[in-house]
Every structure is written in structure tokens, then in C-alpha cells.
């Protein structure tokens, strides 16, 4: 007997959902998937180009270290002494090298300035791993001058050591017996700045030495006298100290002579010749005279 239209669609609906109810399972046994989710920018600002990789930063070059117009270098290249080359850094801020021809190497070290030759004789296949240094001969385009009362006046490069007001004094050979401890700086551009070494020794206040720049003059001046004579050991021009007094001056001369009175002092000021005794304070200028004894 053949099944009716309605037992078949009963038995379709019932294989149906058996179907069913395997998928369902075999999804529920299935592991789960990883979604993956891209959230949008905020703004094309706070998307990074490259991940990992940051900028070149340039590193400084003091204007002490750096090469200048002017200046004197030495360049070599190892294996190869027929490019030792000897040049001046012309207005251009360029030398002249063989081979490569002119090269900028103003405002850089010389140290910059060795790897740029050395670039320069790789990129041509002049020099197979060229090492290149060079060295600089005599600096011309930093230079201060010292005058005054100093053991070796002239002018003096500046570099990171030599780069302090009392770092040049000390290089110019100190200050001499005749000079003061007042000092006067003058920039190129006309400024004036003095300088009390004794006070800011005194007091420790180092601020006042300060950093020198290229172009800069250095005066020291003369130390205020006294100038002692007559009868005393050894008469001359003596620098005046703070509160010096009479008896001080005479002690410089080194004292009154046996054939000398302390009665008959006289100082000479400003044209006018005054009695003195042994307690009075010097003035700048003053002329001490020691008088002989009459017994």
C-alpha cells in the first residue's frame, strides 16, 4: 500500500529537522573564530607613517669644536701619504683635495669633516675603505686678544678649555707685578663688561668669569702705585693694596735705613707735598720720601 500525502510530508518533516538539529551541533562543538576588529583612526595626525623607526637626530656642534674660515688643516689618508694635503679654509668655508677637488667642511668637526672627504673618495672609487683624518694646524677664526699688563700679550684660540676669562690669563702667562685686578672685556659689536678678580675670588662668585667669545678683547689694566724713595732699602713703584698705609709702602721698600727717621716722612699728592706719619692710608699716585736723620 503506498503511503499518503500526508505521512510523506510527516516523514520530510521529520528528517528535516533531525538535519537541523546535527548542524546545531556540530557549530556548537566547532571552536570559536578569533573576529577581528579595526577601529578608524581619530585623525590621519595620529596614524604612525613606520612602526619601529625614528628620525635622525643631529647632534650639536659647538662653535669651539667646529672648523672655521681661516683655519689651518692637515688632512691624510692612511695607505695613501701622496694625499696628505695642507690647506687653509678659504672665505667659502672650502679646502681644495685631490682628486675630489673643493670640499665644504666650515661649521663641522674635524673629525664631520674627515668622513665627508672620505665619502666623497669612496662614491668616486678613488680609495678603496678610505680612513681619513684631519687635524687642525692653527685656528684663525676663534681668536681673543689679552693686552695690558699680562707676561704674554697677544691673541689666543678659543676652544672647550680655554674658554673662561681666567683660562685666557692663565694662558697669556698671568698678570704681571705692575698689573691690577681690574679687568675690562670688549665684544666686536662695542659692549664693555669689568671684571674685579680680587672681589670675585674673595667672595666666590665665579659668575663674573665669564665665557669669552671670538672677537673679544681683554684689557688688564695697570695696578694703582705708590712710589717710595729716599732712605729706605730699596726704593720704586709698589702696587697699592686695600687700606695700604704708609708703614706698608715703606715695608715694600723693605724699611727705613738706619740712616732714616720715621719723623721726616713726607707724601707728595696731587702737587703738594704734606707731612705723614706711619699710620695714614696710601692714596694711588702717592710719593713717599723718607727723610734722613740729623743725629
Do not use: C, W
Not at 33 to 42: F, I, N, Q, Y
Not at 86 to 98: C, D, H, N, V, Y
Not at 121 to 149: A, C, D, F
Not at 270 to 287: R, T
Amino acid at each position: 500500500m503506498k503511503p499518503t500525502f500526508s505521512r510523506i510530508s510527516r516523514y520530510s518533516a521529520i528528517a528535516g529537522f533531525a538535519a537541523f538539529a546535527a548542524y546545531v551541533g556540530m557549530a556548537l562543538a566547532a571552536p570559536p573564530v578569533a573576529t577581528l576588529k579595526v577601529a578608524a583612526p581619530a585623525s590621519s595626525a595620529a596614524v604612525p607613517t613606520q612602526v619601529g623607526i625614528q628620525s635622525p637626530v643631529a647632534t650639536p656642534v659647538s662653535s669651539l669644536d667646529a672648523l672655521g674660515q681661516g683655519d689651518m688643516v692637515r688632512v691624510t689618508v692612511f695607505r695613501n701619504p701622496e694625499l696628505t694635503t695642507e690647506a687653509r679654509i678659504s672665505e667659502r668655508g672650502t679646502i681644495l683635495f685631490p682628486m675630489i677637488g673643493e670640499v665644504n667642511i666650515v661649521g663641522l668637526t674635524p673629525s664631520q669633516a674627515g668622513q665627508q672627504i672620505a665619502d666623497k673618495l669612496r662614491s668616486g672609487k678613488y680609495v678603496v675603505n678610505p680612513e681619513v683624518t684631519v687635524s687642525l694646524g692653527q685656528v684663525n677664526s676663534r681668536q681673543v686678544s689679552i693686552l695690558g699688563n699680562v707676561t704674554k700679550p697677544g691673541r689666543y684660540p678659543l676652544d672647550s678649555q680655554n674658554v673662561r676669562l681666567t683660562d685666557l690669563i692663565a694662558t697669556a702667562g698671568g698678570i704681571t707685578a705692575a698689573g691690577s685686578n681690574q679687568v675690562t672685556i670688549v665684544s666686536p659689536n662695542g659692549n664693555k663688561s669689568d671684571v674685579d678678580l680680587a672681589s670675585m675670588f674673595r667672595s666666590g662668585d665665579l659668575s663674573k668669569n665669564i665665557a669669552l667669545s671670538p672677537g673679544d678683547t681683554v684689557y688688564v689694566h695697570k695696578a694703582p702705585m705708590v712710589y717710595v724713595y729716599g732712605e729706605v732699602q730699596k726704593g720704586g713703584a709698589y702696587p697699592i693694596e686695600p687700606s695700604m698705609t704708609v708703614m706698608q709702602a715703606i715695608a715694600l721698600g723693605g724699611g727705613i735705613t738706619p740712616r732714616g727717621t720715621q719723623r721726616g716722612i713726607k707724601i707728595t699728592r696731587a702737587g703738594n707735598a704734606v707731612n705723614a706719619s706711619l699710620g695714614d692710608p696710601v692714596q694711588p699716585d702717592d710719593v713717599i720720601y723718607v727723610k734722613e736723620s740729623l743725629f
